[in-house]
């Protein structure tokens, strides 16, 4: 019997994963001809009111997932302050 993941755990354990990504170099700005990979850990794209961030996640050994998150809301909910999203 093969162990299923449920979809509310997966995404608990991949909302537990992303603290350690907002700390990386975010870019203000996105310049044409400006490009994001992979093997750069610290390089994502933030909105420019910062709530999301676009870029890779890696989700095991040469595996990366392509990914957009909230960072503004992520940041209050481990706080621990209260958070409302419309």
Do not use: C, R, V
Request: aromatic content about 16%; cysteine-free.
């Amino acid at each position: 019997m093969a162990f299923e993941l449920s979809y509310p755990l997966f995404f608990l354990l991949l909302l537990l994963q992303l603290p350690f990504s907002t700390t990386a170099k975010a870019h203000k700005n996105i310049s044409l001809g400006s490009s994001l990979t992979a093997l750069n850990k610290d390089s994502f794209w933030t909105s420019p009111t910062e709530e999301f961030a676009f870029g890779f996640q890696e989700i095991g050994k040469h595996s990366f997932l392509l990914a957009i998150w909230l960072t503004k809301y992520l940041k209050e909910l481990l706080s621990g302050q209260p958070m409302a999203i419309i």
